[in-house]
């Protein structure tokens, strides 16, 4: 993906983000783009809309912990 294309996304930190240093979100029709905020013209990691939902499930019921 180009660097311009990116700009033109709708990214969003996450509201717990307190320092300001987070990845960063935009969300497409069939898929989800997560970059640095720190690094905005850095790596972009695209994931499908279904994993992010599954991810994001895991997160709220506390899988991970």
């Excluded at 180009?2 to 990214?11: G, K, M, N, P, V």
């Excluded at 930190?13 to 307190?18: G, L, R, V």
């Excluded at 898929?31 to 720190?38: E, H, N, Q």
Aim: proline share 0%; charged share 30%.
């Amino acid at each position: 993906m180009e660097s311009t294309d990116r700009s033109r996304l709708a990214w969003r930190k996450s509201s717990f983000s307190e320092s300001g240093n987070c990845v960063e979100i935009a969300i497409q029709e069939e898929s989800v783009l997560i970059r640095d905020s720190k690094d905005r013209n850095g790596a972009v990691l695209s994931v499908s809309s279904s994993a992010w939902r599954e991810f994001t499930h895991a997160i709220r019921s506390n899988y991970f912990a």
